[in-house]
């Protein structure tokens, strides 16, 4: 169960428009230890617990563990949560032979998107987007439980 992706910043909203689905995310962390993640979320009418491991150095790939749970017990343990609860809104865009999915941020990360595309192999091609920006895979600074304690808002130019 490792998990390998590439993350981007996104340079324009036209995804938006070439997006197969959107689904609204709210998430919250149990715990954001640096050598793991637990993660709960509510993504569209289904809940999820996830557990992550520690990322490898260039960030690339780490162990990953996902469990469905019902909507109301991941609401009940987003009460339980770290401070800091992401919300966003998670765009899914096919290009080629990928899915890309893109994450646009609300409450204290607003501003930001990304775009995430999961690989089979770390070094895998794939076709890139228009709207594709600065690649930003493996900086701290980008993940969801990074933005949980330290939101974009807070970012200095």
């Given at each position: 169960?490792?998990?390998?992706?590439?993350?981007?910043?996104?340079?324009?909203?036209?995804?938006k428009?070439?997006?197969f689905q959107q689904t609204k995310i709210v998430q919250g962390?149990?715990?954001?230890?640096?050598?793991?993640?637990?993660?709960?979320?509510?993504?569209?009418?289904?809940?999820?617990?996830?557990v992550k491991g520690k990322s490898t150095n260039d960030g690339l790939s780490r162990f990953e563990w996902e469990k469905e749970i019902t909507k109301p017990d991941a609401e009940a343990l987003l009460k339980l949560c770290e401070?800091?609860?992401?919300?966003?809104?998670?765009?899914?865009?096919?290009?080629?032979?990928?899915v890309f999915e893109v994450d646009e941020f609300?409450?204290?990360?607003?501003?930001?998107?990304?775009?995430?595309?999961?690989?089979?192999?770390?070094?895998?091609e794939f076709v890139k987007p228009k709207w594709l920006g600065e690649e930003v895979t493996g900086?701290?600074?980008?993940?969801n439980s990074h933005l949980s304690k330290y939101p974009f808002k807070e970012w200095k130019e």
């Open positions: 169960m490792v998990e390998i992706e590439r993350k981007f910043l996104v340079t324009s909203k036209v995804f428009e070439e997006a962390f149990l715990n954001t230890h640096k050598e793991r993640t637990v993660r709960v979320r509510v993504k569209g009418e289904k809940g999820f617990l996830t401070e800091g609860i992401i919300d966003k809104m998670r765009y899914e865009v096919n290009v080629e032979k990928h609300f409450g204290d990360n607003k501003g930001l998107i990304i775009a995430e595309v999961e690989l089979n192999k770390e070094n895998e900086q701290i600074d980008y993940y």
